[in-house]
């Protein structure tokens, strides 16, 4: 079993829908950082959690330490938001990462 | 800032053969860290450094070289090329602020390796 699992693998939404990828760990943890790969294959830091909840535009990151989960959800999708969504974790200076979401969100 | 740049962007190689992929960053940030993408797979960290003079090994390690002579560059050398680091690498970098061994980290836009 991966340290690391993100769900859905794949999620295909309508433009305007409400966003939730979900990422689980079973590890003990002090960050956990969400990026985004571009389609063109760029990577970008979206968040840096390791409690309660961070907000960015219409993207919203929240951690739960006790459940080991966090999500990260997107409000009033947009095309433009369609990419890889990646969920990392660091333990003991180990950075460990999911296989990523992949996000289509169509007009 | 150019922020992390990576040349080349796509390189073939055949088996055997020897290459360096090179990474800059010029936000002065202490760490930095190469990774490799498999197709359907998690980001693996291949090697890292916290500074100049200071490299330690990642996940996968094996079949890879880095130095790091300045703060600046961090290159990935590959000495026998095999077609099992056929990949994507991605080379990034970070700070150590706040007494967080951790932070934010910023990506290059990768180099396409193909091994024949």
């Known amino acids: 079993k991966n340290e690391v699992e993100q769900s859905p693998q794949n999620l295909t939404a309508q433009e305007g829908e409400f966003i939730t990828i979900n990422c689980s760990y079973s590890?003990?943890?002090?960050?956990l950082h969400w990026l985004q790969q571009h389609p063109g294959g760029g990577i970008v830091s979206l968040f840096m959690l390791s409690s309660g909840k961070k907000k960015h535009g219409r993207l919203i990151a929240t951690i739960n330490i006790q459940e080991k989960h966090s999500s990260l959800h997107i409000t009033a999708s947009h095309p433009r938001d369609s990419a890889v969504y990646i969920c990392a974790v660091l333990r003991d200076d180990k950075i460990i990462f999911g296989k990523g979401t992949r996000l289509h969100i169509l007009p | 800032n150019a922020g992390v740049t990576q040349t080349p962007k796509f390189r073939i190689l055949k088996i055997g053969q020897s290459m360096t992929l090179q990474c800059a960053q010029d936000m002065n940030h202490n760490y930095m860290y190469w990774y490799r993408q498999d197709p359907g797979m998690g980001l693996k960290l291949i090697y890292y450094?916290?500074?100049?003079?200071?490299?330690d090994k990642g996940e996968v390690p094996n079949g890879y070289n880095v130095s790091r002579s300045t703060t600046e560059d961090f290159p990935l050398r590959l000495e026998l090329a095999a077609p099992s680091q056929t990949s994507v690498y991605f080379c990034a970098s970070s700070s150590l602020t706040g007494g967080s061994s951790y932070n934010e980290q910023f990506f290059g836009p990768g180099t396409r390796l193909t091994v024949l």
């Open positions: 590890v003990g943890i002090s960050a």
């Open positions: 450094s916290v500074g100049a003079g200071i490299t």
